[in-house]
């Protein structure tokens, strides 16, 4: 069972993807619309640009946080995996 903390700090790195979601549904929109003058082109290429590199950024973060998160639960520490635990028990 998640703790409340857990929730929140998954919603806070969830919350990065929304203004992607965002520009890709308003350009979704104004194209189907037929808004097709050229600074409009433009300027949507440039949103789709920088919404791609955004996502694929916070991609990359939400996959390395989850693998922290993995070993944070194995009890390891997350820089270092491969070494034992403090206690020195292995698992």
Same mark, same amino acid.
């Given at each position: 069972m998640a703790t409340k903390d857990e929730i929140?700090?998954?919603f806070q790195r969830? &919350?990065?993807?929304?203004?992607v979601t965002l520009i890709m549904l308003v350009s979704s929109v104004l194209s189907l619309a037929g808004v097709d003058s050229e600074p409009w082109l433009w300027?949507?290429?440039i949103l789709f640009s920088i919404a !791609? !590199? !955004?996502l694929c950024v916070q991609a990359t973060r939400f996959s390395l946080w989850? &693998? #922290?998160?993995?070993? &944070?639960e194995k009890g390891r #520490?997350?820089?270092h995996p491969d070494r034992f635990p403090s206690?020195?028990?292995a698992e």
């Open positions: 929140q700090r998954r969830m &919350r990065w993807f929304l203004p300027i949507r290429t !791609v !590199v !955004v989850q &693998r #922290d998160e993995y070993w &944070r #520490d997350p820089k206690s020195g028990a």
